[in-house]
Each structure stands twice: as structure tokens, then as C-alpha cells.
């Protein structure tokens, strides 16, 4: 499914037009990628929870050379599926 399927499910879910589902679901991602820009977590019980992650510096190999690289420490999005979703996804 990509984002104009969501957009059309949310439409005939809500009732309203694609133009306005599109809108909330813009101010959706807007207000998520927001939050976890300030370090925030976004919760939405029951379906899962989105946090930020810091991840450290390491070394890593140029597959193409066999070369050592540094891989630089960097803060990263995750998410964690709560338990509705789970056991929706389990079925």
C-alpha cells in the first residue's frame, strides 16, 4: 500500500473527500515528524509507538574495496508495534 491507497482507504473510512483524508494524514506525519525532531515519543495506543534512537559511531568495510571505514554516530526513527497491531499482524 502506498500513501495514495492510504489516502483513498481513509476517505471511504471517514466519509470525506481524498483531499481532506490527504490533509489529515499530512498533519499526521507532520506533527509525528515534529515530535521526534525535539526527541519526543509519539504514542498512539494500541497501535504503536514512534522514538528516536541514537545510534553509536562504528567501523564498517567498503564491500567493494575491503577498506575499514568510519560509520558516523547518527540518531535514527524507530518504531515499536503495540499490542493490537501485533496481534492483528499475528493472524
Known amino acids: 500500500m502506498n ?6 482507504s481513509m476517505a ?11 490533509k ?4 499526521m506525519l507532520e506533527a509525528i515528524t515534529k ?5 519526543d ?3 498512539l495506543v494500541g497501535f ?3 522514538s528516536v534512537a541514537k545510534r553509536a559511531a562504528r567501523q564498517g ?13 547518527k540518531k535514527v526513527a524507530k518504531f515499536k508495534a503495540g ?5 492483528a499482524v499475528k493472524k
Open 3 to 8: 500513501k495514495s491507497d492510504l489516502v483513498e
Open 12 to 22: 471511504k473510512a471517514a466519509g470525506v473527500s481524498k483531499a481532506a483524508a490527504e
Open 24 to 27: 489529515g494524514l499530512n498533519g
Open 35 to 39: 515530535a521526534l525532531k525535539k526527541g
Open 41 to 43: 515519543k509519539v504514542t
Open 48 to 50: 504503536g509507538t514512534f
Open 61 to 73: 568495510r567498503n564491500p567493494q574495496t575491503g577498506k575499514m571505514i568510519k560509520i558516523a554516530a
Open 83 to 87: 499490542s493490537k497491531l501485533a496481534a
